[in-house]
């Protein structure tokens, strides 16, 4: 019998202190027997890879971390830098397309916008899944540090707030871009999903009530 992601992340923040175990089941129990590369940035020393193991027992697992770089059979480790947008097109030339990407990496809001940006649209598969974590910092005031950053004046809860337009781009005209299906507001994080190849298709049906819309093309 599987374990549930409550039981095998028990001894994880994303479990003790998070409660992420009352969302991510929601997205990514379905993923549970699948076979798919995976992503996630800022592995530090490890604990939550263990977890991603035994949720995802036929997944690769690939790490994103500042610190440190390490390999296992089941996990391959690279040291690259959120922060630097060459290193996140070096990540997209690295790792092959992934099913799930998670960021736990840094928590500066302008390091998770630009860090979604790259690989939502450049290395995360059609149907995938993105999970932001610790959005927490868009709260804090702007010249407080976190890992010797300064948050600074960008939001990603505004950020993502601002795509709701974009996900219903045929009502509103906004040209979605980025592929984005849902967002999804947690407790101290925010799943995104990317439209499958299906639903991108079928976009391109005309809106049938566009002659009663009262919106500027944008």
């Known amino acids: 019998m599987k374990r549930s992601f409550k039981d095998i992340g028990e001894n994880t923040d994303k479990v003790y202190e998070h409660g992420y175990d009352n969302i991510y089941p929601m997205f990514l129990e379905s993923l549970r027997d699948q076979e798919f590369n995976m992503l996630e940035i800022g592995v530090n020393?490890?604990?939550?890879?263990?977890?991603?193991?035994?949720?995802?027992?036929?997944?690769?697992?690939?790490?994103?971390?500042?610190?440190?770089?390490?390999?296992?059979?089941?996990?391959?480790?690279?040291?690259?830098?959120?922060?630097?947008?060459?290193?996140?097109?070096?990540?997209?030339?690295?790792?092959?397309?992934?099913?799930?990407?998670?960021?736990?990496?840094?928590?500066?809001?302008?390091?998770?916008?630009?860090?979604?940006?790259?690989?939502?649209?450049?290395?995360?598969?059609?149907?995938?899944?993105?999970?932001?974590?610790?959005?927490?910092?868009?709260?804090?005031?702007?010249?407080?540090?976190?890992?010797?950053?300064?948050?600074?004046?960008?939001?990603?809860?505004?950020?993502?707030?601002?795509?709701?337009?974009?996900?219903?781009?045929?009502?509103?005209?906004n040209k979605n871009r980025m592929n984005i299906s849902t967002i999804t507001f947690g407790y101290n994080c925010i799943v995104i999903t990317k439209k499958t190849k299906r639903e991108v298709e079928s976009n391109s049906r005309v809106y049938e009530h566009s002659h009663m819309l009262n919106i500027k093309n944008k």
Do not use: M
């Open 45 to 173: 020393k490890g604990s939550s890879i263990k977890l991603w193991g035994e949720y995802f027992p036929h997944s690769k697992i690939y790490g994103v971390d500042i610190d440190s770089e390490w390999s296992n059979e089941r996990c391959t480790t690279y040291k690259f830098d959120q922060s630097n947008p060459k290193d996140l097109k070096q990540i997209v030339k690295t790792i092959p397309d992934c099913k799930f990407i998670i960021d736990d990496g840094s928590h500066i809001p302008y390091h998770q916008i630009i860090t979604f940006h790259e690989l939502f649209n450049n290395l995360l598969e059609y149907g995938g899944v993105y999970i932001i974590e610790d959005i927490e910092c868009s709260y804090w005031r702007s010249e407080a540090k976190i890992y010797g950053y300064e948050i600074g004046h960008f939001n990603i809860v505004d950020y993502f707030k601002n795509k709701t337009d974009q996900i219903n781009d045929k009502i509103t005209l």
